[in-house]
């Protein structure tokens, strides 16, 4: 699993110096019991199942400052996402289903929150 | 000049106020987005994993119809822009990924990702350049003070948008003096609003959008402009006390007078 999510991420997670400055950049930091620094040595340490089981993985949202500013160009946004596509493209791993959506609309949600949603949230 | 155009899911919708006043405006300036044939959805985020192949075929589709009108790329969506722009560096620098995609394809010629995408405001900046626009301006927004909310998506990652410096961005700034208000700078309107997590959290969104709002306020900014119909939503309607926000585009096309010839 752990040279799963290094070969469709594409990130070295030993280039890492632990710095932490992807957690201070990060905005969704207090949602995630595992913030972005420490997910980087979880990936390292093969800590995959203990990532896969957390919920916060889905509070990422993709903004991409960890990337921007990570000294070392480790992208830390790879790595959680390509745990999340290991969460959902396992059997029954989506979680959001097309019936959920009518309750999720209101009148002036964009689409592409929906096709956002769908991308991350589903396989 | 004719650029081709691709609008993208939202600006056909729920975001049409970005779409009808970005191209009044354009023929205002002097220049034409012709809108592709046939598009498909981008599918609003980039596919950061290596192995995910599908997910980017809209997108080169896109690139190679507008490569083969002879034209550059334009986008006014943050998330079509930010999809594309790099799908297309894939394309350029990925040979695995680029292999990939011309098989599912059955590409006879190949697509290297010779195709340049440009976001609407760079066309404003870089082929309009804004003192020229500054002259077509014939209701200058005098004494308004507008925050530019960028996000993350229109500047990161910086080594792949190549948009504007990623923590001090100028862009929308100079827009806003170019169209004859006053541009208000804060630090957050670089930070992430949690639009994605709108579906998720309500709470988490509105954390995001009043620490945003917070800090625009207290630095005098009476307005917010934007160029993705996420952050507009998750802005206005996350707010517990917002300011008000539009597209960048709406303020181009009052600033040039379009709006009241199409009343
Ligand atoms: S910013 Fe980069 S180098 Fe620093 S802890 Fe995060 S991933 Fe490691
Ligand atoms: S991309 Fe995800 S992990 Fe990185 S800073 Fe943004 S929310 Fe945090």
């Known amino acids: 699993m752990m040279d799963t999510i290094k070969r469709i991420s594409g990130v070295n997670p030993r280039k890492c110096m632990k710095c932490g400055k992807c957690t201070a950049s990060c905005p969704a930091f207090d949602e995630m019991e595992f913030h972005p620094h420490q997910f ?14 957390s919920r916060g993985i889905d509070f990422c949202l993709s903004c991409f ?57 589903r396989k | 000049m004719t650029y081709s155009y ?50 980017r075929l809209s997108s080169v589709r896109a690139l190679m119809a507008a490569g083969e009108a002879g034209q550059e790329l334009v986008t006014l969506c943050s998330a079509c822009h930010h999809v594309i722009k790099r799908v297309n560096r894939d394309m ?34 870089d082929r309009i350049g804004f003192d020229n626009l500054k002259q077509k301006v014939v209701n200058p927004l005098t004494g308004r003070k507008i925050g530019a909310y960028y996000g993350c998506m229109l500047l990161r990652p910086a080594s792949e948008m190549g948009f504007d410096n990623p923590e001090n961005p100028t862009i929308l700034e100079d827009f806003i003096r170019a169209i004859g208000a006053e541009p208000v700078v804060y630090a957050r309107r670089n930070e992430c ?12 969104a509105r954390k995001q959008v009043d620490a945003i709002m917070e800090n625009a306020r207290a630095c005098g900014a009476q307005e917010l402009i934007t160029a993705c119909p996420l952050c507009l939503y998750n802005l206005t309607e996350n707010a517990t006390d917002g300011l008000p926000v539009a597209y960048f585009t709406q303020l181009l096309a009052e600033a040039l007078g379009v709006k009241e010839e199409q009343k």
């Open chain 2, 193 to 204: 609003c949690g639009g994605y997590c709108t579906i998720k959290s309500k709470d988490y």
């Open chain 2, 6 to 55: 691709f609008p993208g899911c939202t600006l056909k919708t729920k975001g049409k106020d970005l779409d009808i006043w970005g191209r009044a405006s354009a023929e205002a300036l002097g220049f034409h987005l012709q809108e592709l044939d046939q598009w498909q959805c981008c599918g609003a985020v980039y596919p950061m994993a290596k192995d995910e192949i599908a997910t």
């Open chain 1, 65 to 121: 400052a960890c990337v921007e500013r990570c000294p070392r160009n480790v992208e830390p946004a790879k790595l959680i996402e390509a745990v999340r596509l290991a969460v959902v493209r396992q059997q029954g791993g989506d979680h959001l289903r097309p019936e959920a959506i009518p309750h999720l609309l209101d009148e002036n949600l964009p689409q592409q929150a929906i096709t956002a949603a769908f991308r991350k949230y």
């Open chain 2, 92 to 125: 350029q620098t990925d040979e695995t990924i680029r292999d990939r995609v011309s098989r599912y394809l059955g590409l006879q010629t190949p697509y290297a990702g010779e195709t340049t995408v440009l976001h609407y405001l760079e066309v404003l900046r």
């Open chain 1, 40 to 53: 980087v040595d979880m990936v390292e340490n093969g800590r995959i199942d203990q990532l896969m089981q």
